[in-house]
Nanobody
Framework: QVQLVESGGGLVQAGGSLRLSCAAS????????MGWFRQAPGKEREFVAS????????KYGDSVKGRFTISRDNAKNTVYLQMNSLKPEDTAVYYC????????????????????WGQGTQVTVSS
């Protein structure tokens, strides 16, 4: 069982930056692939980024590639999402998710692959 708590959301102007954090409980955090998803009002939850156990493998959604960076610190049981060059269309609730995976290098873009979810943190980008 893993509990996830996101933080770091807020209001920022277009072109600005934010760093989201997701703190996880549990002793096996280092054996979970982690992902970030987002959901804007009236839209489906969208894949943003994912990272494998050690961080050796990462994936990004096309709309954030080159602007967002996912990372993790297994000693702190925390995964991060650095968001730069923010745009109004990045406005959404951002969710952290955990996927118990069998091996490193694995991480998924698929929402249903993730077993555990946080409550989300709101990011609002003004134009």
């Amino acid at each position: 069982q893993v509990q996830l708590v996101e933080s770091g959301g807020g209001l920022v102007q277009a072109g600005g930056s934010l760093r989201l954090s997701c703190a996880a409980s549990g002793r096996t955090f280092s054996r979970y692939a982690m992902g970030w998803f987002r959901q804007a009002p009236g839209k489906e939850r969208e894949f943003v980024a994912s990272i494998s156990w050690s961080g050796v493998s990462t994936k990004y959604g096309d709309s954030v590639k080159g602007r967002f960076t996912i990372s993790r610190d297994n000693a702190k049981n925390t995964v991060y999402l650095q968001m730069n060059s923010l745009k109004p269309e990045d406005t959404a609730v951002y969710y952290c998710a955990a996927d118990p995976s069998a091996y490193d290098h694995y991480n998924s873009r698929v929402r249903d692959a993730y077993d555990y979810w946080g409550q989300g943190t709101q990011v609002t980008v003004s134009s």
